[in-house]
């Protein structure tokens, strides 16, 4: 855990400033900048990469990819600026809250995996590239996108312990489990061997 430094007001209002940068739906966004239609009634009707990417276009889910990720990483490097190391993993932590709940949609959101990528980039860079590099690596060997998103959560633990980053450890595993909680369906699906893979429309 990180040294409290903030009060407790500080660390609510970045809690606030975390959780709207996270709840911009850039997915739904992008979609409809690209004529691609209504990203809700496409697919598995969720508002990330991967259903973006079910429309066909590699540049929207590409554009959805780095947005998504980068709202968790400037909620950090935002806080981390003009607060303290425990206001950013705060916001980081709300951005992802953000992004899996936002008030605009009624609270259905997406599952938070590339915010999630984005704000381990932006508090600890070594276990971000580590935690993409191992979705990557399992995304080319499976081709399945939640097995991924699942394998790099559960090594966040692993990267942080092994680069050095205690403070950020208490963090690391309450996003991995969120993870995990939710890609509840997913994990059904993979076990029933009916997960779709990749680029599958």
């Given at each position: 855990?990180?040294?409290?430094?903030?009060?407790?007001?500080?660390?609510?209002?970045?809690?606030?400033?975390?959780?709207?940068?996270?709840?911009?739906?850039?997915?739904?966004?992008?979609?409809?900048?690209?004529?691609?239609?209504?990203?809700?009634?496409?697919?598995?009707?969720?508002?990330?990469?991967?259903?973006?990417?079910?429309?066909?276009?590699?540049?929207?889910?590409?554009?959805?990819?780095?947005?998504?990720?980068?709202?968790?990483?400037?909620?950090?490097?935002?806080?981390?600026?003009?607060?303290?190391?425990?206001?950013?993993?705060?916001?980081?932590?709300?951005?992802?809250?953000?992004?899996c709940f936002p008030i605009?949609?009624?609270?259905?959101?997406?599952?938070?995996?590339?915010?999630?990528?984005?704000?381990?980039?932006?508090?600890?860079?070594?276990?971000?590239?580590?935690?993409?590099?191992?979705?990557?690596?399992?995304?080319?060997?499976?081709?399945?996108?939640?097995?991924?998103?699942?394998?790099?959560?559960?090594?966040?633990?692993?990267?942080?312990?092994?680069?050095?980053?205690?403070?950020?450890?208490?963090?690391?595993?309450?996003?991995?489990?969120?993870?995990?909680?939710?890609?509840?369906?997913?994990?059904?699906?993979?076990?029933?061997?009916?997960?779709?893979?990749?680029?599958?429309?």
């Amino acid at each position: 855990m990180p040294v409290f430094e903030s009060g407790l007001i500080a660390l609510l209002l970045w809690a606030s400033v975390g959780y709207l940068f996270g709840s911009i739906p850039f997915g739904i966004v992008i979609t409809r900048l690209f004529g691609l239609g209504n990203l809700r009634e496409i697919g598995s009707g969720n508002i990330g990469t991967t259903n973006v990417l079910r429309t066909g276009s590699k540049p929207a889910a590409a554009a959805t990819l780095i947005l998504d990720g980068g709202k968790g990483a400037i909620a950090v490097l935002i806080a981390r600026a003009l607060a303290a190391e425990d206001a950013a993993q705060v916001a980081g932590l709300a951005a992802f809250v953000g992004h899996c709940f936002p008030i605009w949609l009624k609270f259905k959101g997406g599952k938070g995996v590339a915010t999630y990528l984005g704000l381990m980039l932006a508090l600890a860079w070594p276990v971000g590239i580590a935690c993409c590099l191992t979705w990557l690596a399992t995304a080319l060997l499976f081709r399945i996108s939640s097995l991924s998103a699942l394998v790099a959560a559960a090594s966040t633990a692993i990267w942080l312990f092994a680069f050095g980053y205690a403070s950020v450890l208490g963090l690391g595993i309450l996003v991995s489990f969120l993870v995990f909680w939710r890609h509840k369906d997913n994990i059904s699906r993979l076990k029933a061997g009916t997960e779709p893979k990749i680029g599958k429309k």
